[in-house]
């Protein structure tokens, strides 16, 4: 069992910074692969970025790709979203997952444990 708490979100203005945070209980993290979703207002939740068990492959939604990193510390059971020159699209609640196996997936419906989401909010 792992359990996820996301942490980091908030309001910020369009061209600003945010990072999250997403912090994992259980002594197994470092053989997961973990990822981040979003989830905005009346649309389905979207792959955002993955990461391999031990970091050395990530994967990043075309809509992200060169504003967000993903990356993780598994001597602190944390894995990171560092969110760059964001857009008010990027709007959405965040939420950290992880699909119980250690290589990297992109599908929703691939992944197991699930955090209770942290909301970012970009004004324009």
């Known amino acids: 069992q792992v359990e996820l708490v996301e942490s980091g979100g908030g309001l910020v203005q369009a061209g600003g910074s945010l990072r999250l945070s997403c912090a994992a209980s259980?002594?197994?993290?470092?053989?997961?692969?973990m990822g981040w979703f979003r989830q905005a207002p009346g649309k389905e939740r979207e792959f955002v970025a993955a990461?391999?068990?031990?970091?050395?492959?990530?994967a990043y939604a075309d809509s992200v790709k060169g504003r967000f990193t993903i990356s993780r510390d598994n001597a602190k059971n944390t894995v990171y979203l560092q969110m760059n020159s964001l857009k008010p699209e990027d709007t959405a609640v965040y939420y950290c997952a992880s699909p119980g196996i250690v290589f990297l997936v992109t599908r929703p419906t691939q992944y197991v444990y699930w955090g209770q989401g942290t909301q970012v909010t970009v004004s324009s």
């Open positions: 990461i391999s068990g031990r970091g050395g492959s990530t």
């Open positions: 259980g002594r197994t993290f470092s053989s997961y692969a």
